[in-house]
C-alpha cells in the first residue's frame, strides 16, 4: 500500500505487515516507522474523501508520529482487491482481540462525517470552513479532511452530563447562519454550520441521538 501526501510526508510507498493485534508501517526494510495498536484502531474504506477508488482510512490514538494525538492514516493500492483484503484483516484482528477482550472493538463507519463551519469561543471569531468526523462518542475536527492530526478532540456525553444541541444559534450576540447548530459541552459551547438543510438535518439527528443514548463502559475507551 501507499500513503497519501499530506503536510509532513509525500505520497510514498509503504509495506503494511499486519502481526496480531499490531499494525507496522514500514516505509523500508530496515525498521518500522511506527507500530499501530489495533485495539483502539478504527479502519474504514475513504474514496469519498480521497477520491481514490482503492483507499482506506485508519484512526489510532498511538500512530506513527502521534505523539498523543489522534493519527489519522490515509493509503490506497493500485488494486481494489488488495484494499479489501486490508480491511478484511483489520477487522478480522478485532474481531479476535473481542474474543479475547470483550467490549465493543470492532471497527465500524463513521456515523457522520462532512464540511461544516465553525466559529471560535469569542464573538469576533470569523467563521471558517473545517472537516467534522463523529466516530463513536468522539467529535473530531480538521483544516482539511487528508489532515494527519485533528485540529480538536470533543467527546460527547449524555444530557445527565450536561450536554446538549440546539437547531440555532443560542449566542444572540452572534450573526445567526441560516442552518446554525449549537453544541453545549460542560466546557464550553460550540457554533457550527451547514451549507444545506439536508446536511444540517443529518447533523443535528446525528448528534441528538448520541446525546439521548446512555454511556455504555466499553465507549469510554474507544
Known sequence: MKSFQDSRNSDRKMGHVLICSSLCCLPSQDKPLGVIQLRQ????????????PNSLQIISPDGPGADGKTRNLFV????????????VAIRHARLCLLKVTAGDMLTRDFTRAGYLDKTGP???NGWRRRWFVLDGRRLRYYGSPLDPFELNDIGIG???NGYAVHDEITDRRRT??????????PERS???NSNSLEDYKSWLSALQELIDTPIEVTSITM
Open 158 to 160: 449524555t444530557i445527565a
Open 190 to 192: 460550540f457554533y457550527l
Open 76 to 87: 490506497y493500492s493500485e488494486a481494489g482487491r488488495d484494499i479489501v483484503e486490508w480491511i
Open 41 to 52: 484502531a478504527n479502519a474504514c474504506f475513504a474514496h469519498n474523501v480521497t477520491g481514490h
Open 176 to 185: 445567526a447562519p441560516q442552518y446554525g447548530i449549537t453544541l453545549v459541552t
Open 122 to 124: 469569542t464573538v469576533s
